[in-house]
């Protein structure tokens, strides 16, 4: 079973146009690995808004895949994806077009399988919600206090 120290969460984006509708996908890569030196993905999943041609935005779940059904924190993890897939779309393409307006640049741009790396290897307390990491029986970290 997988501790919320035990794994890290990268983000990517890639979109594309479909030749035939006209349609605009913008797909959002999530990928959550161990921390151990082979860094093994154990959960993926693609979040994604179409966008027609009168600029209807549908969002969806798209691909998941986990490497671990019986892990309590990697259920956790997916179910989350599922839950509101639109507001969670859109904060992510939110911090997309910040990211893009910001950090594209040769020392801090990679382009990887599944497109344009946002951000890497973070903790998972940077990412999600403590009410998802209590799956993995643990409590969050005390803050920090002033001496």
């Given at each position: 079973m997988f501790s919320r120290d035990d794994l890290t969460i990268s983000m990517y984006y890639a979109s594309s146009t479909d030749s035939e509708s006209g349609n605009k996908l913008a797909t959002m890569t999530v990928e959550v690995r161990d921390t151990s030196p082979i860094a093994d993905l154990v959960l993926m999943t693609q979040l994604q808004c179409v966008t027609d041609k009168a600029k209807k935005k549908t969002y969806?779940?798209?691909?998941?895949?986990?490497?671990?059904?019986?892990?309590?924190?990697?259920?956790?993890?997916?179910?989350?994806?599922?839950?509101?897939?639109?507001?969670?779309?859109?904060?992510?393409?939110?911090?997309?077009?910040?990211?893009?307006?910001?950090?594209?640049?040769q020392e801090t741009t990679w382009v990887g399988?599944?497109?344009l790396k946002v951000f890497e290897n973070r903790a998972l307390a940077e990412r999600l919600p403590e009410s998802v990491l209590q799956a993995d029986g643990g409590a969050a970290a005390p803050a920090p206090t002033e001496s």
């Open positions: 969806s779940v798209g691909k998941q895949s986990i490497a671990n059904g019986s892990d309590p924190l990697l259920i956790a993890i997916e179910q989350y994806w599922r839950t509101g897939p639109e507001t969670l779309v859109k904060d992510l393409l939110a911090e997309v077009m910040e990211f893009i307006s910001g950090s594209v640049g399988q599944y497109g």
